[in-house]
């Protein structure tokens, strides 16, 4: 993988050229006014300095040309500086737009076995920290590097000029002092660091804590669980405030440091300096270690500190990028147990060799599957037996492998994920519903022309969901999900069939969609959709439900990842021991469920 922070300096090469270009020339600039100061000075006093190598400016210049001179240098060297800050600025947006929609991208491609292990919080924090911390560098470190690193490297030099004294003491002291700095700034990232980790963990907590609050409550559970999150605070709070002070003395550090190369100066100059030192002279002496060279060092702690953090940030990024979506397992890939089927357009579905890990273990074991145009297609087997994941994996949502993997005519293994899904429909386990009309989430549109009501109207009739009766007040208007009506879980599970219903996918991907509704409900579903309206469909339901199974064209029957029998229901009951036993478990669950009920 390439190096985030490759591209941090080289995405926009020419960009940060000029940040460097124009950082340098405020820096020249800035030193240029003290030689116009000095002769200023040196002018208004009627001495002469000897040593100045600008001296020799012409006798009759006014003194008022040159303090506006010096003047115009000084405000040039601010434009300068300006125009650094605005470069990184800028430049900063742009990256953070591009690791931004990285960033995007590689969650909305998550697939189920990776995502399993990031808490959800913790990706947020990801943008809300590491994009704009990534970016450091354009618009804090970069710039401020090159107004500390040029003032640096210049000074002494414009010093030893000026003044002809030796270059050693000012570059001694400045050297003591940045090594200094590098430590503080080290140790103040450390801080950064931790800060930076423990409110992940923290925003990961609170997430949480918010999504499962009702439930936390009900199980008497919310002050442990908020004891985490408070106990994360105060370390948080102690790493913040080691933060602080360390960061305070960095800058009183800093800030005096000026005062040190002062008298160092100074006293290089009484000592070195073969001649009279003028008024001019002292002048520009004070103004070089006195005010230019300040801006410099009170950043250059801050600098190493945004470095190194920008650094780790940087580091969080690359590995969350680094993450394979795909766990594809090589031993896997080349024993290829199945033979090649040749295309056959009488299918909807073929698959050869599904195979399925997640974290070294085998979810799916070498499926292989083919549904026929308009079958309908139950799947059963125990739970965990890998039902869901079979259908997941025909949505292309989890990194499993295929020997081959058709649908209808096409090689569905060329085609990406989105692609792929536009051949399906699918309702989760739990049916899905969001925060909006009714209307908006059987359309799964916003704003959708009323034109379109008689439709979605009929689909929800055909899905038993009753407007009418299902306390849903305003009709379609309704709100429902979380800032509206809770529908139960049946109520749920039909709202997502009169979606599929609307919406005209092939094959139809249906996980224990019926597993909330009453018996008559399901009856009534079955007659009118299932193998009513959907007669033509494709459709592959897992179910538990014994009544569906003797109304569908085939069962699959699963066990621990693998496809064990296929058939009718009289078929596999006479044929299979497993699947007599399986089904007696299912009944004897609902005979006690009855029972519970009263
Ligand atoms: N996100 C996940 N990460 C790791 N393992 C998972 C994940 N989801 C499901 N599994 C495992 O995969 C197996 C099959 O699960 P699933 O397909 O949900 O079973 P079911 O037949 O009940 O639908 C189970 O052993 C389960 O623990
Ligand atoms: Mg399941």
Same mark, same amino acid.
């Given at each position: 993988?390439?190096?985030?922070?490759?591209?941090?300096?080289?995405?926009?090469?020419?960009?940060?050229?000029?940040?460097?270009?124009?950082?340098?020339?405020?820096?020249?600039?800035?030193?240029?006014?003290?030689?116009?100061?000095?002769?200023?000075?040196?002018?208004?006093?009627?001495?002469?300095?000897?040593?100045?190598?600008?001296?020799?400016? &012409?006798?009759?210049? +006014?003194? $008022?040309?040159?303090? /506006?001179? !010096?003047? #115009?240098? =000084?405000?040039?060297?601010?434009?300068?500086?300006?125009?650094?800050?605005?470069?990184?600025?800028?430049?900063?947006?742009?990256?953070?737009?591009?690791?931004?929609?990285?960033?995007?991208?590689?969650?909305?491609?998550?697939?189920?076995?990776?995502?399993?292990?990031?808490?959800?919080?913790?990706?947020?924090?990801?943008?809300?920290?590491?994009?704009?911390?990534?970016?450091?560098?354009?618009?804090?470190?970069? &710039?401020?590097?090159? +107004?500390? $690193?040029?003032?640096? /490297?210049? !000074?002494? #030099?414009? =010093?030893?000029?000026?003044?002809?004294?030796?270059?050693?003491?000012?570059?001694?002291?400045?050297?003591?002092?940045?090594?200094?700095?590098?430590?503080?700034?080290?140790?103040?990232?450390?801080?950064?660091?931790?800060?930076?980790?423990?409110?992940?963990?923290?925003?990961?907590?609170?997430?949480?804590?918010?999504?499962?609050?009702?439930?936390?409550?009900?199980?008497?559970?919310?002050?442990?669980?908020?004891?985490?999150?408070?106990?994360?605070?105060?370390?948080?709070?102690?790493?913040?405030?080691?933060?602080?002070?360390?960061?305070?003395?960095?800058?009183?550090?800093?800030?005096?440091?000026?005062?040190?190369?002062?008298?160092?100066?100074?006293?290089?100059?009484?000592?070195?300096?073969?001649?009279?030192?003028?008024?001019?002279?002292?002048?520009?002496?004070?103004?070089?270690?006195?005010?230019?060279?300040?801006?410099?060092?009170?950043?250059?702690?801050?600098?190493?500190?945004?470095?190194?953090?920008?650094?780790?940030?940087?580091?969080?990024?690359?590995?969350?990028?680094?993450?394979?979506?795909?766990?594809?397992?090589?031993?896997?890939?080349?024993?290829?147990?199945?033979?090649?089927?040749?295309?056959?357009?009488?299918?909807?579905?073929?698959?050869?060799?599904?195979?399925?890990?997640?974290?070294?273990?085998?979810?799916?074991?070498?499926?292989?599957?083919?549904?026929?145009?308009?079958?309908?297609?139950?799947?059963?087997?125990?739970?965990?037996?890998?039902?869901?994941?079979?259908?997941?994996?025909?949505?292309?949502?989890?990194?499993?492998?295929?020997?081959?993997?058709?649908?209808?005519?096409?090689?569905?293994?060329?085609?990406?994920?989105?692609?792929?899904?536009?051949?399906?429909?699918?309702?989760?386990?739990?049916?899905?519903?969001?925060?909006?009309?009714?209307?908006?989430?059987?359309?799964?549109?916003?704003?959708?022309?009323?034109?379109?009501?008689?439709?979605?109207?009929?689909?929800?009739?055909?899905?038993?969901?009753?407007?009418?009766?299902?306390?849903?007040?305003?009709?379609?208007?309704?709100?429902?999900?979380?800032?509206?009506?809770?529908?139960?879980?049946?109520?749920?599970?039909?709202?997502?069939?009169?979606?599929?219903?609307?919406?005209?996918?092939?094959?139809?991907?249906?996980?224990?969609?019926?597993?909330?509704?009453?018996?008559?409900?399901?009856?009534?579903?079955?007659?009118?959709?299932?193998?009513?309206?959907?007669?033509?469909?494709?459709?592959?339901?897992?179910?538990?439900?014994?009544?569906?199974?003797?109304?569908?064209?085939?069962?699959?029957?699963?066990?621990?990842?693998?496809?064990?029998?296929?058939?009718?229901?009289?078929?596999?009951?006479?044929?299979?021991?497993?699947?007599?036993?399986?089904?007696?478990?299912?009944?004897?669950?609902?005979?006690?469920?009855?029972?519970?009920?009263?």
């Amino acid at each position: 993988m390439r190096s985030l922070f490759k591209e941090v300096i080289y995405t926009r090469f020419y960009a940060r050229i000029f940040i460097l270009l124009s950082s340098f020339c405020s820096a020249l600039f800035g030193l240029f006014g003290p030689f116009f100061q000095k002769e200023y000075v040196d002018r208004l006093t009627g001495v002469q300095g000897k040593i100045s190598v600008l001296a020799h400016f &012409p006798p009759e210049t +006014s003194p $008022l040309w040159l303090i /506006l001179s !010096a003047f #115009f240098c =000084i405000l040039v060297a601010q434009a300068f500086i300006q125009m650094t800050n605005y470069l990184g600025t800028r430049e900063a947006l742009v990256l953070q737009r591009i690791f931004a929609e990285r960033l995007y991208k590689k969650t909305l491609n998550m697939q189920v076995d990776t995502m399993s292990h990031r808490p959800v919080g913790e990706i947020v924090s990801l943008y809300a920290t590491d994009v704009q911390g990534a970016t450091v560098f354009l618009d804090q470190t970069l &710039p401020a590097g090159a +107004s500390t $690193l040029f003032p640096l /490297l210049l !000074a002494p #030099f414009a =010093i030893s000029l000026l003044f002809e004294i030796p270059i050693w003491p000012t570059v001694l002291i400045m050297s003591l002092m940045t090594a200094l700095n590098t430590l503080m700034g080290l140790r103040q990232s450390k801080f950064f660091y931790q800060f930076k980790q423990l409110a992940a963990e923290r925003i990961g907590l609170v997430n949480e804590w918010i999504q499962n609050i009702r439930t936390l409550r009900i199980l008497g559970w919310t002050q442990y669980f908020e004891k985490n999150i408070f106990e994360k605070r105060e370390i948080e709070t102690k790493n913040r405030v080691q933060m602080v002070t360390n960061g305070q003395v960095m800058n009183s550090l800093s800030s005096s440091v000026t005062f040190i190369l002062n008298i160092i100066a100074l006293g290089t100059l009484v000592i070195y300096s073969k001649n009279k030192i003028t008024g001019g002279e002292l002048f520009a002496l004070l103004w070089i270690v006195g005010v230019f060279l300040t801006r410099p060092f009170r950043q250059m702690p801050w600098f190493f500190t945004f470095a190194f953090d920008s650094w780790t940030s940087l580091q969080r990024l690359e590995k969350y990028f680094a993450i394979e979506n795909n766990q594809t397992i090589k031993e896997l890939a080349e024993e290829k147990t199945t033979t090649q089927p040749t295309p056959d357009e009488r299918y909807a579905l073929q698959v050869r060799g599904l195979n399925l890990m997640i974290s070294n273990r085998q979810i799916l074991k070498n499926i292989n599957l083919d549904v026929l145009h308009g079958e309908f297609v139950a799947i059963v087997g125990e739970v965990g037996s890998g039902k869901s994941m079979l259908l997941l994996s025909l949505l292309k949502e989890t990194g499993a492998q295929f020997d081959f993997y058709h649908i209808g005519a096409i090689d569905a293994q060329t085609l990406t994920a989105d692609k792929v899904r536009e051949n399906f429909a699918y309702v989760p386990q739990e049916g899905f519903i969001m925060s909006a009309s009714l209307r908006e989430n059987v359309a799964l549109l916003y704003d959708i022309d009323p034109d379109r009501d008689p439709m979605i109207e009929e689909s929800l009739k055909l899905a038993q969901f009753d407007l009418s009766t299902e306390r849903v007040g305003k009709g379609l208007q309704t709100e429902i999900g979380e800032r509206g009506v809770n529908l139960s879980g049946g109520q749920r599970q039909r709202v997502s069939l009169a979606r599929v219903h609307l919406h005209q996918a092939p094959i139809l991907l249906l996980d224990d969609c019926l597993s909330a509704v009453d018996v008559d409900t399901e009856q009534k579903l079955f007659d009118q959709l299932l193998i009513g309206a959907w007669e033509n469909r494709t459709r592959l339901l897992v179910t538990h439900r014994l009544s569906a199974l003797s109304r569908v064209d085939r069962i699959v029957f699963m066990e621990n990842g693998q496809i064990i029998a296929q058939g009718s229901f009289e078929e596999l009951l006479a044929r299979n021991e497993k699947f007599r036993e399986y089904t007696t478990t299912v009944a004897q669950v609902k005979i006690d469920q009855e029972v519970i009920r009263g």
